[in-house]
């Protein structure tokens, strides 16, 4: 998947997006530091969000009471337009974005916030959040402006996931899957990251992702370990200001050390054994495979012609000959040389035609 800037795939370092959400306290200079912080912490990506409130909850519930230390209004309608980014700082925290090389991805929760993105800014990617796995005219729409798109599946059950998935492959677009957990924060026993590799399995593709929302970075690190292509975090300057999501946030020291053990994690794994043909040990590992291996050394002073036996023959290291698992196709084959005692056996022991 080829966003603005980078390129999301096996082979390529992980894709670190820094999940602004309501971290920027409706405040545009707050949004601009934050977009700035994540760019100098080793992101690759910023998210903000949209929502069109009037039109996407009940009045209801846009009237209901909102209270507490995390509200920033008396009703729930009141906290989200609180919360809303403003059209004019939004577009200048895009234009940011892009000058430090991030993506600016947004996560749009209607088709109303849709539009006014495609026709108000300047958007690299898209995030489909967990609520919206099953609603398929946003996930139409999304994939319609032909823009890579994030699919998060967190509180889905496997079935949903994989209609979701099915429905996505067919409209053309690029997109990820993200594995995610709907619980803020989300404990160490839920995290379930056997859940990522069964849907890497089960939907057989390597283009999945991992939305975390656990405080820590230590589930990040693993995801990555099991072939995560992108990672997702929340990120803020200062946990101890009011809102729903800063306390499940990374602070900039925190998502660059992430960086950092991402980076750590791909050196780790390395590369996969060669298929269909002879691969020869690394170089590093071509010492201890010297003192350590074993070679077939004759057990006794042989003649030529004589039938080799298993009794004639010891294993020792260091492994200067042919190994155990090789030789005991010699077995019975007649020497075509004379061979004493102690001596490592060669190929041209045996007579050719044999061999």
């Not at 798109?149 to 509180?155: D, E, L, Q, V």
């Not at 209609?163 to 677009?173: D, Q, R």
């Not at 023959?313 to 102690?342: C, D, H, K, W």
Request: contains cysteine; proline residues 5%.
């Amino acid at each position: 998947m080829k966003t603005r800037f980078h390129t999301i795939d096996t082979g390529q370092p992980c894709y670190l997006i820094a999940e602004l959400s309501h971290n920027h306290q409706a405040d545009g200079s707050i949004a601009l530091l934050l977009v700035e912080a994540a760019a100098a912490s080793g992101a690759n990506a910023v998210k903000f969000q949209k929502r069109n409130n009037a039109t996407l909850y009940s009045a209801a519930y846009l009237e209901s009471a909102y209270g507490g230390p995390n509200s920033f209004g008396n009703t729930y309608g009141e906290h989200r337009e609180a919360l809303e980014p403003k059209p004019g700082w939004l577009r200048s925290c895009g234009e940011a974005a892009r000058q430090l090389g991030l993506d600016f991805i947004m996560t749009v929760f209607d088709l109303e916030s849709l539009a006014f993105c495609e026709r108000e800014l300047v958007v690299d990617a898209y995030k489909i959040q967990s609520g919206d796995l099953c609603y398929p005219d946003l996930i139409k729409a999304v994939a319609a402006t032909g823009k890579p798109y994030f699919m998060s599946c967190g509180a889905a059950t496997y079935s949903e996931i994989k209609a979701a998935w099915t429905l996505c492959c067919s409209l053309g677009s690029p997109f990820l899957i993200m594995y995610a957990v709907s619980a803020y924060p989300t404990l160490a026993n839920q995290v379930n990251l056997r859940r990522f590799g069964q849907l890497r399995k089960q939907l057989g593709t390597d283009q999945l992702g991992f939305s975390c929302h656990y405080p820590g970075i230590a589930p990040s690190i693993l995801a990555r370990a099991m072939g995560s292509l992108a990672i997702e975090k929340h990120f803020t300057l200062d946990r101890h200001q009011p809102g729903p999501d800063h306390a499940i946030s990374l602070l900039p020291l925190e998502l660059k050390e992430l960086r950092i053990r991402l980076a750590e994690t791909d050196s780790f794994m390395g590369t996969p054994f060669a298929k269909g043909e002879v691969q020869e040990p690394e170089a590093h590992q071509r010492s201890a495979r010297y003192k350590m291996g074993k070679s077939a050394v004759a057990a006794r002073n042989l003649k030529t012609g004589e039938l080799l036996q298993a009794t004639d023959v010891q294993y020792v290291s260091p492994a200067a000959g042919i190994n155990p698992m090789r030789f005991e196709r010699y077995l019975l084959q007649p020497l075509a040389t004379n061979i004493n005692r102690g001596d490592y056996f060669e190929l041209r022991h045996f007579i050719p035609e044999d061999v």
